[in-house]
C-alpha cells in the first residue's frame, strides 16, 4: 500500500514539473492568467525591443519587432563632431611648401625720357621738354616659394621653422631719333654736358628677399569649428636690389647701383581659422609684426666708354626695420586634416628700407643726411600664394 501511494505522488509530482516546463517555454495555455507570464518589467528587460508576437517562442523577434534602441553616445559616432580631432590633433610633424607670385610696389625707377634735341643746361636747373614716354624699370608680378617643417607639442602648440624666397627681374628700353634724344635720368647731373644725351637706352633691374623663421605656434581658443592662436618667434631677413642702365649713341655711358638690407630681430602675430559644418573647408586668415635690426648699404658708379669712373660713392647705415605680413584666403583638408590645401591672398611690407630710386635721388642731390626726404621709405609685396601642408 505504501507503495503504491508513493508511486502515485512521484506520477503527479512529476506531471506537474513537466507542466511548468512547457509553460515556462510556449507561455501559459489559453486563458491563463497574466499572472502566469513573468513581470513586463522583466520581459521588457529581457526583450529590448518589446515582447515577442503573439504565439511565437520567447526569444524570437519577427518582422515586426523592433531593434534595440541606439544610446546617444552610439547615435552621435560617425558624425563630423564626434570624429573632430581640433587643433593639430594626434599628429607629431607637419610639412608645408608655398607657392608664391609676387609683385614689388613702390619700387619703380625712371631711368630716362626722350628730349626735344640735346643741351648742356642742368636739367635740375632748366628742365628739358619731354617728348616721349618715360622710362620705368617697374617689376611685375613673379614667381617664388616658401617652405617649411616642425615639429607638433601637442594638440595645441607646435614649433617650426620657415625659409621664404622671392626674385624679380625687369629690363626695359627705349629709342628715338635725331634730333630728338635721349636723356638719361639717373646720372650725375654735374656730368651733364652736350654728349651725355643718346639715341637708345635700356635698364636692367632685379629685387631679390628672403626670411627665415623659428616660430612657436599655440592655440589659445579651438573647438570643432573655429581655432584662434598667436605667434612668437624670431626673424632674418634680407633685401636686395639691383639696378642697371646703359644708353648708348657714338659712345656708351651706365650706372649701376645697389641697396641691401640684412637684419634679424622678433615676430609676433595672429591667427585663426573657421570650418564649415563637415570640417572639410575653412577660411583663414593670419598677420605678423617683425623687428628687424640691421644694416643697409648701397654703392652707386657711373662710367661711360671714355671714362669707366665718372662718379662713385658708398654709403652703410644702421636701420630698424618694420616688417607687416598680412594672409587671407581659404581652404580645404580631408576628413582628419591630415592634407591640407588653401588659397589665398598675402601682403608683406617693409618699412624704413632705402629703396633704389631714393639712393640715386640722394646722390643727384648729394643728400645724405635728411631723413625726410631719403632712406626711410617703404617697399611692399603683394600676390597670391597657394599651400600644400602635410600632418603626421
Known amino acids: 500500500m505504501k507503495t503504491s501511494l508513493f508511486a502515485l505522488v512521484a506520477v503527479v509530482a512529476a506531471a506537474f514539473g513537466l507542466t511548468q516546463t512547457a509553460q515556462a517555454q510556449y507561455g501559459p495555455a489559453p486563458g491563463a492568467p497574466y499572472g502566469a507570464y513573468p513581470a513586463p518589467d522583466m520581459m521588457q528587460g529581457a526583450y529590448p525591443g518589446g515582447l515577442p508576437s503573439s504565439g511565437q517562442p520567447v526569444g524570437y523577434y519577427g518582422p515586426e519587432a523592433q531593434a534595440p534602441a541606439p544610446s546617444p553616445e552610439q547615435a ?10 581640433p587643433g593639430y590633433g594626434c599628429n607629431k610633424w607637419f610639412a608645408f611648401g608655398e607657392f608664391l607670385y609676387l609683385r614689388a610696389r613702390d619700387s619703380e625707377v625712371a631711368w630716362g625720357v626722350p628730349i626735344d634735341g640735346a643741351t648742356d643746361a642742368d636739367p635740375l636747373v632748366r628742365p628739358p621738354v619731354q617728348v616721349g614716354r618715360v ?6 608680378f613673379q614667381p617664388g616659394y616658401r617652405i617649411g617643417f616642425g615639429r607638433i607639442i601637442n594638440e595645441a602648440s607646435a614649433i617650426g621653422v620657415t625659409y621664404t624666397e622671392w626674385q624679380g627681374n625687369t629690363h626695359d628700353a627705349l629709342s628715338t631719333s635725331a634730333p630728338n634724344v635721349l636723356r638719361p635720368l639717373v646720372t650725375h647731373p654735374s656730368t651733364f654736358n652736350a654728349a651725355s644725351d643718346y639715341l ?3 635698364a636692367d633691374y632685379g629685387i631679390r628677399f628672403k626670411t627665415i623663421d623659428i616660430d612657436y605656434h599655440s592655440l589659445f581658443a579651438y573647438c570643432c569649428d573655429y581655432q584662434v592662436g598667436y605667434t612668437l ?3 632674418y631677413g634680407e633685401l636686395k636690389q639691383s639696378f642697371r642702365a646703359d644708353y648708348a649713341a657714338n659712345g656708351t655711358e651706365f650706372v649701376e ?4 638690407f640684412y637684419g634679424a630681430g622678433l615676430k609676433a602675430g595672429l591667427d585663426g581659422e573657421r570650418y564649415n559644418e563637415c570640417r572639410n573647408l575653412f577660411v583663414y586668415g593670419k598677420t605678423f609684426l617683425s623687428l628687424l635690426a640691421g644694416e643697409s648699404r648701397a654703392t652707386y658708379l657711373q662710367g661711360s666708354s671714355f671714362d669707366p669712373v665718372i662718379a662713385n660713392t658708398n654709403w652703410k647705415a644702421t636701420r630698424l626695420v618694420t616688417m607687416y605680413d598680412l594672409e587671407l584666403g581659404g581652404g580645404w583638408q580631408n576628413d582628419c586634416g591630415t592634407v591640407r590645401l588653401s588659397m589665398g591672398y ?11 630710386n631714393e639712393w640715386i635721388n640722394a646722390v643727384q642731390h648729394n643728400n645724405f643726411v635728411d631723413q625726410s626726404d631719403n632712406f ?3 617697399m611692399a609685396f603683394d600676390g597670391l600664394v597657394t599651400r600644400l601642408e602635410l600632418r603626421w
Open 346 to 356: 598675402t601682403y608683406s611690407i617693409w618699412y624704413n628700407v632705402t629703396r633704389t
Open 376 to 378: 626711410n621709405a617703404f
Open 135 to 140: 622710362g620705368v624699370a617697374d617689376l611685375d
Open 200 to 202: 637708345d637706352g635700356n
Open 233 to 235: 618667434g624670431v626673424r
Open 76 to 85: 552621435f559616432a560617425g558624425t563630423g563632431e564626434a570624429d573632430c580631432e
Open 257 to 260: 647701383t645697389e641697396s641691401n
